[in-house]
């Protein structure tokens, strides 16, 4: 079995900062890339938009990044802790979403798997 737990979101005005925080946890092998999606208003699960993703193997490359949202969020991560973090700087109104986390992984019972948080809603407005 395998967590994903998120923390962080809420309301900001434009041109404000948040930051989310997203713990992996329970059966894991080894990690391969976490990242995170946010799934706007109005849109359907399978519209979610990929905002950033980051690599936990050596080699792996990356981060990677959706034009949107280059220059104003950075992702992060801490291998020890599986952890992945996103700074978002310089909020716009567009960036209203809820945003998850995600993982591709491999777990010590049943192989590679996708994996996702619960969603944390971000709501950038004045």
């Known amino acids: 079995q395998v967590q994903l737990v998120q923390s962080g979101g809420g309301l900001v005005q434009p041109g404000g900062s948040l930051r989310l925080t997203c713990t992996a946890s329970?059966?894991?092998?080894?990690?391969?890339?976490m990242g995170w999606y946010r799934q706007a208003p109005g849109k359907k699960q399978e519209e979610r938009e990929l905002v950033a993703s980051i690599s936990f193997i050596r080699g792996g490359g990356g981060p990677h990044y959706a034009e949107s949202v280059k220059d104003r969020f950075t992702i992060t991560k801490d291998n020890t802790q599986n952890t992945v973090y996103l700074q978002m700087d310089s909020l716009k109104p567009e960036d209203t979403a809820v945003y998850y986390c995600?993982?591709?992984?491999?777990?010590?019972?049943?192989?590679?798997?996708?994996?996702w948080g619960q969603g944390t809603q971000v709501t950038v407005s004045s």
């Open positions: 329970g059966s894991i092998f080894s990690i391969y890339t």
């Open positions: 995600s993982a591709g992984l491999i777990t010590t019972q049943t192989g590679w798997g996708d994996y």
